[in-house]
């Protein structure tokens, strides 16, 4: 039975070499693979897949409006497909994921998605939503944080490295940083909202419960 699997990570945590090893292991069988990349994501130039150390391989393009559904089974109709993977997975709209579950359901294709879950705010994005919510096989892409702890959160910062907390969901570069969630603050930058109350100051102890002397209890009992 083919499957979807979502591929999840903090930023520069090697998604896109996953994503490129994964389609090489297929090639290297003789396996044709079908390989996607949004159209807003041009960083190394429109239609390629770029890893932070060099491998690079080109993609079909695909834009808000695609039916992935339609483009899978017009080319796999003209040669089989054995596998599809999609980069930056986090930009697929609701209705593409769905396309992807009757890829794999109708066509019998595996699908392989790699993205962030969540933006410069802690938000989902709204493809790694439904991904999390309908993919079969959810597999996390381990990164660290400055601090030395996991890190699961996306930070976008300014020209002097600071955090940014205001802005489009969607600014497309190399100015992020991957951090912990405490490291991030999410307290302080989500917009759920929640500010931690003030401590209650704590009341003295009773030394006893009302009614009893402990000091006129049998020994023993006390």
């Given at each position: 039975m083919?499957?979807?699997?979502?591929?999840?990570?903090?930023m520069n945590a090697g998604k896109s070499t996953t994503l490129l090893q994964s389609a090489h292991n297929y090639e290297e069988?003789?396996?044709?693979?079908?390989l996607f990349t949004p159209?807003?994501?041009?960083?190394y130039g429109e239609g390629n897949i770029t890893s932070r150390i060099g491998l690079q391989q080109n993609a079909t393009i695909f834009n808000g409006t695609d039916d992935l559904f339609?483009?899978?089974?017009?080319?796999?109709?003209?040669?089989?497909?054995?596998?599809?993977?999609?980069?930056?997975a986090q930009f697929l709209t609701p209705k593409q994921v769905l396309q992807l579950t009757v890829v794999c359901d109708q066509l019998r294709i595996p699908v392989l998605c790699y993205g962030?879950?969540?933006d410069f705010l802690g938000e989902p994005f709204e493809?790694?939503?439904y991904l999390l919510a309908w993919a079969e096989e959810l597999s996390e892409i381990k990164t660290v944080c400055r601090s030395?702890?996991?890190a699961t959160m996306n930070a976008r910062l300014d020209e002097n490295g600071n955090q940014v907390v205001v802005g489009n969901q969607i600014d497309i570069g190399h100015h992020y940083e991957s951090m912990s969630r405490r490291a991030f603050d999410l307290p302080a930058i989500s917009p759920v909202g929640y500010e931690v109350p003030p401590?209650?100051?704590?009341?003295p102890a009773e030394a006893s419960e009302p009614g009893y002397d402990v000091g006129s209890m049998p020994r023993g009992i006390a």
């Open positions: 083919a499957k979807l699997y979502f591929y999840y990570s903090a069988r003789g396996m044709r693979t079908m159209q807003l994501d041009d960083r339609v483009l899978i089974r017009r080319s796999h109709r003209r040669d089989t497909i054995d596998c599809v993977l999609v980069d930056e962030l879950r969540t493809g790694a939503k030395g702890k996991k401590e209650e100051p704590v009341e």
